[in-house]
């Protein structure tokens, strides 16, 4: 758990879409990567509408999705401390206005209960705490390995939606079923975008989306390929052409269109 706020020169200064993004990370813990930026693209906001992300860290995600949606109305909730006053540090730095809540989940702060909002959006931690190699440093175990089950992630984002407010999720393939069940108690036209590393390699992480009152039939989209070649070639990340806009200039990554 990082209680205290973080001094300058335990951070670095890390470009996201191109540079339009610029993040203040801890130098050593949990460091951002490409998973909140796909999050954050996938969340179908518009100009003035309210957003939540619940475990929001330093803020990456929100710093994506408010840039590439201007009028947004921003807040996150996050437990440790240090991390939500480096959330707040960030959407300063890069010229957005947003409210941090600091808080558990579980029990969220009495004013954030008052609100509901159009989207609410999470990279809820990937393993099970007790589950995996322990990480080192507590603050990027947390983020890592959470004891918190999913399902209140899921129940904590149905209470703060408007009807027919959607939800959207990041997670790992293999946590898709218990995902899908606990999103299926309270959340409705649920969809599914499976993200796959390379042509022909099998999913690591899924997308998932749901509606508050949705009564759409469940979707399960084609998987979306996001680098090109069999492996890995340095130099250059070789994202495909979509990810490429995605990733570097900001694009959306929108599930396909159709439904009602």
Known sequence: MRDEAFPPDALTEDAMLGGRVRLLQPAHGYRAGTDPVLLAAAVAA???????ELGCGAAPGLCCLGVRVPGLRLSGLELQPGYADLARRNLAHNGLDGIIWTGDLGSPPPEMKL???????????????????????????????????????????????KPRGYATFIQRAERLPELLSAMSGCLGALELLPLLPREGRPPRLILVRGRKEGRASFRFHAGQVIHKGPRHEEPGSRYTDRFEQVMMQGAALEFPAGRV
Do not use: M
């Not at 518009?46 to 939540?52: C, F, I, K, R």
């Not at 609410?120 to 190699?133: D, L």
């Open 115 to 161: 609100q509901s909002f159009d989207h609410v959006f999470a990279n809820p931690p990937y393993f099970e705490a007790g589950k995996r190699i322990v990480a080192d440093g507590g603050d990027r175990e947390i983020a890592l390995a959470g004891a918190t089950p999913l399902a209140e992630w899921v129940t904590c984002a149905s209470k703060r939606l």
């Open 46 to 52: 518009l100009p003035g509408q309210s957003v939540l």
